[in-house]
């Protein structure tokens, strides 16, 4: 089975940064997409950015121009580098790997989930 670790949350100013990192063990990342999701209190989880097998990457209209998805195959690894942080990014952030190499933005293309991390962004 495969295991997500979420890593790299944590309480910041407004405008800070912070990288977000998802180790995988019991299985890999090259051959799946892999995607971030996030679910702020009180609201559903929402779809947050994917980085498909072959490096193609999408964003969520909230996040596009500050955070960016990569990963690092030889590390079995997934990242997300957040930029310009806003309060209304605060929520638990979480990594999941894709069903397939083509998953996007539907919860439903993935098929295994971290626990997730904490990020708050203070005012």
């Known amino acids: 089975q495969v295991q997500l670790v979420e890593s790299g949350g944590g309480l910041v100013q407004a405008g800070a940064s912070l990288r977000l990192s998802c180790a995988a063990s019991g299985g890999t990342f090259s051959r799946k997409a892999a995607g971030w999701f996030r679910q702020a209190p009180g609201k559903e989880r929402e779809f947050v950015a994917t980085i498909r097998s072959g490096g193609s990457t999408y964003y969520a209209d909230a996040v596009k121009g500050r955070f960016t998805i990569s990963r690092d195959n030889a590390k079995n690894t997934v990242y997300l580098q957040m930029n310009s942080l806003k309060p209304e990014d605060t929520a638990v952030y979480y990594c999941?790997?894709?069903?397939?190499?083509?998953?996007?933005?539907?919860?439903?293309?993935?098929?295994?989930w971290g626990q997730g991390t904490q990020v708050t962004v203070s005012s």
């Open positions: 999941a790997r894709g069903r397939g190499p083509y998953s996007d933005s539907s919860y439903e293309g993935y098929d295994y």
